[in-house]
């Protein structure tokens, strides 16, 4: 079964601290990964997309990693800010198909 | 450019009854997706339509359903609400969908709660 995985389910760190978030999948076979932010009450919004030949990808302070080979991803947030807090949510589409794998997501709350 | 709008923000439907809601996409954009998000299973996909057609479909129940005018705008319809159809239902566009690398741009959701 095509599945994704995030961890950790939650996360709370101080402003200006980094943090790294993860996404494990099993979809074969890959096409490309997303990462999403979704503010409360909002719809989400594209971070970064990385295909296959890709393994880093930078979008101002959140820069996304990804490893096929392992096929698990990582997203790093540098200097975390107070608006950073969010749900973060990991999305993978398999080869041939337009539908898109969702993970759970990762709550981030950053305290001032 | 405007983005991404649903409406209503906010419906209660008790059991039984019947929902439709509505999404205009970003001028320009002629594909159009939706998703369920629910606390328990995360955002779901729905279907996806393109040209007033329904081009993809998720694994729901036929009692959802939706389409597409002229003019891209969308609507989903819910028949016989059901309390587990309590959710976030979102809209998203796209140029044309044909790539799955193609950023989908959100609405801020329908949010639906089944009394």
């Known amino acids: 079964k095509n599945q994704v995985e995030q961890s950790p389910q939650s996360l709370i760190i101080l402003e200006g601290k980094n943090c790294t978030l993860q996404c494990n999948y099993t979809v074969s076979p890959f096409s490309n990964l997303r990462w999403y932010k979704q503010d409360t009450g909002r719809g989400p919004v594209s971070l970064t997309i990385m295909t296959f030949s890709e393994n880093t990808k930078s979008n101002g302070r959140y820069t996304a990693t990804l490893d096929a080979d392992t096929k698990q991803s990582s997203l790093h947030i540098t200097a975390s800010q107070l608006s950073d807090s969010a749900s973060y949510i990991c999305?993978?589409?398999?080869?041939?198909?337009?539908?898109?794998?969702f993970g759970r997501g990762t709550s981030l709350i950053v305290h001032p | 450019k405007a983005g991404v709008t649903q409406t209503p923000r906010y419906l209660i439907k008790t059991r039984g009854q019947q929902v439709t809601l509505s999404c205009s996409p970003i001028s320009g954009h002629r594909s159009v997706s939706w998703y369920q998000q629910t606390p328990g299973q995360g955002l779901q996909f729905l279907f996806e339509y393109f040209s007033e057609t329904q081009r993809n479909k998720g694994n729901f129940p036929g009692r959802f359903s939706g389409r597409q005018f002229s003019n891209s705008r969308s609507e989903m319809n819910v028949s016989t609400l059901e309390l587990g159809d309590s959710a976030l239902y979102l809209c998203?566009?796209?140029?044309?969908?044909?790539?799955?690398?193609?950023?989908?741009?959100f609405g801020p959701g329908t949010r639906l709660t089944v009394l």
């Open positions: 998203a566009s796209s140029h044309s969908g044909h790539s799955s690398t193609d950023t989908q741009y």
């Open positions: 999305v993978v589409r398999k080869g041939g198909s337009y539908i898109p794998t």
